[in-house]
């Protein structure tokens, strides 16, 4: 079973739909992030956070928001989606000793 | 600022070695790391460096000098599978251990 999961894997929304992205991990990792990425542009930080409840912004936090209720699972909405929101987006945990990050399979999420 | 400098693409021959090259600029330097992307797929780890020389891990092997802001990934006995992009990345200092990515290097293997 892989270690940091996500879902859905692909999602087609409708501009001002919410939605939510889930991400889950067995890892054990406090720190847990949200990216998306888009051709050219790499891996854009949106939020991040190290602990139940804590909530850090990233570089692109504006139209995002998240939840940590549990140290396993830390979840992704746009309130009000718009077209340029349309990208990959990737969970990531981290721990051990050199705090490496590890990257859930991805979602991608279009939006018309 | 803080800025990461790869090349965008670069092609090279199966069974050959390749060599990626990273340059960076950041506010602190507590780590650089380097990850495989396969299009459409998640980023995988392939090395760590936090010390100036090589690390080496296999057919993939990573070099850190700080004073210069450098890095590279070699790549050896290439394989088609090698072809992907490849991401560097570097943890500023402090305790937030946020990633700043460079934007990819694209690597094609040819036959």
């Known amino acids: 079973d892989a270690d940091v999961t996500q879902t859905p894997r692909n999602r087609i929304t409708k501009t001002g739909k919410r939605i939510m992205l889930e991400c889950s991990q067995t890892?054990?990792?406090?720190?847990m992030y949200w990216y998306r990425q888009d051709p050219g542009l790499g891996l854009q930080l949106i939020y991040y956070?190290?602990?139940?409840?804590?909530?850090n912004k990233g570089e692109i936090s504006d139209g995002y928001s998240v939840s940590r209720q549990a140290q396993a699972k830390f979840s992704l909405s746009l309130e009000s989606a718009i077209p340029n929101q349309t990208a990959l987006y990737f969970c990531?945990?981290?721990?051990?000793?050199?705090?490496?990050?590890?990257f859930g399979p991805g979602t991608r999420l279009t939006v018309l | 600022g803080q800025n990461i400098d790869q090349p965008t693409e670069m092609t090279a021959t199966e069974g050959a070695i390749v060599q990626i090259n990273c340059t960076y600029q950041?506010?602190?330097?507590?780590?650089l790391f380097w990850y495989q992307q396969h299009a459409g797929e998640a980023p995988t780890f392939l090395s760590y460096?936090?010390?100036?020389g090589l690390e080496e891990k296999g057919r993939f092997s990573s070099f850190l000098s700080r004073s210069k802001g450098y890095s590279y990934l070699l790549l050896k006995e290439l394989q088609m599978k090698d072809s992907a992009s490849y991401l560097c990345a570097v943890k500023g200092r402090g305790a937030t251990n946020k990633l700043i990515f460079g934007t990819g290097t694209l690597l094609a293997v040819q036959p």
């Open positions: 890892k054990g990792h406090d720190r």
């Open positions: 956070s190290f602990d139940v409840k804590d909530i």
């Open positions: 460096n936090v010390l100036d």
């Open positions: 990531a945990t981290a721990g051990g000793r050199t705090d490496t990050q590890y």
């Open positions: 950041t506010s602190g330097f507590n780590g």
